[in-house]
T-cell receptor, first 108, second 111 residues
């Protein structure tokens, strides 16, 4: 049983499309993270959320604590957005639980 | 500005070798973590440390040990590497209620 579920697992989009990646979790959390992993392995933290919504450039992340759900949106997608996007929840106690990731490919 | 540094991006080791993976963070974080990442399984916690000389087992500690002698450095040790330890290894650090910062990852191949 996974504490964190992401959907879809794989996503292919045309350049310019609006993209949504979803994350649902089943545990109480202190914060939720969205991470980006490019080919080659390096992981970058995009957002940390405990409520509401955050925006950074073309990326928007939202969280609904009552529904235990978060979404990552990418507006005007670009091929350089191609990466694996990982949802992670911090449970307090210094631990994180990770989704298995969404592999995004943006085609020019 | 690199905040979490892993000593190697790629490593190839032979079965039975002792392997050290080093992770250093420059943010004075209390918490440091080692994960491995495998296709279809995502990131799984091997060990974490919440203070110098303190360590806790994660979900998959078998075959690994760790060392945290200084706050900024957290080492993962494979006492006798095996082929099933071929994986991507990721180090992370955090403080209470802060973002987690991740290293670039070490892709270890055991032959």
């Amino acid at each position: 049983k996974n504490e964190v579920e992401q959907s879809p697992q794989n996503l292919t989009a045309q350049e310019g499309e609006f993209i949504t990646i979803n994350c649902s979790y089943s545990v109480g959390i202190s914060a939720l993270h969205w991470l980006q992993q490019h080919p080659g392995g390096g992981i970058v933290s995009l957002f940390m959320l405990s409520s509401g919504k955050k925006k950074h450039g073309r990326l928007i992340a939202t969280i609904n604590i009552q529904e235990k759900h978060s979404s990552l949106h990418i507006t005007a997608s670009h091929p350089r957005d191609s990466a694996v996007y990982i949802c992670a929840v911090g449970k307090g106690g210094n631990q994180f639980y990770f989704g298995t990731g969404t592999s995004l490919t943006v085609i020019p | 500005d690199v905040k979490v540094t892993q000593s190697s991006r790629y490593l190839v080791k032979r079965t039975g070798e002792k392997v050290f993976l080093e992770c250093v963070q420059d943010m004075d974080h209390e918490n440091m973590f080692w994960y491995r990442q495998d296709p279809g399984l995502g990131l799984r916690l091997i060990y974490f440390s919440y203070d110098v000389k303190m360590k806790e087992k994660g979900d998959i500690p078998e075959g690994y040990s760790v060392s945290r002698e200084k706050k900024e450095r957290f080492s993962l040790i494979l006492e006798s590497a095996s082929t099933n330890q071929t994986s991507m290894y990721l180090c992370a650090s955090s403080s209470a209620n802060t973002e987690a910062f991740f290293g670039q990852g070490t892709r270890l191949t055991v032959v």
